[in-house]
């Protein structure tokens, strides 16, 4: 009779994924810090980015978009009403910069 075997248990892991994705993604290459600013500031600097993006797969406006959408959907509950509004408004600058 074979004997039993021990599962080995994972350890939880403590890096988050939605970290690796702004630092290594292969959308855009982030300021530090960009989403602590003022609503144009982000928009501003996001637009910078997904220009410069030479492995962005979409088009600029679409990837920047995309990085903030993904910002705020990460925060989820965490994010506060203020915080929030400033994303809100951050997107509505970015649709202004590019004539949307």
């Not at 403590?14 to 928009?43: G, K, Y």
């Not at 993904?70 to 915080?83: D, M, P, T, V």
């Amino acid at each position: 009779m074979p004997a039993k075997r021990k599962r080995a248990r994972r350890r939880p892991q403590t890096r988050r994924w939605s970290r690796r994705v702004t630092e290594r993604s292969n959308a855009l290459d982030l300021e530090s810090r960009v989403f602590t600013r003022s609503p144009r500031q982000i928009a501003l600097s996001l637009k910078r980015s997904a220009e410069r993006s030479k492995r962005r797969k979409s088009g600029p406006f679409r990837s920047a978009m995309s990085m903030l959408t993904f910002y705020e959907n990460r925060a989820g509950r965490n994010l506060s009403a203020a915080k929030r509004r400033r994303l809100q408004r951050a997107k509505e600058e970015l649709r202004r910069l590019y004539g949307r």
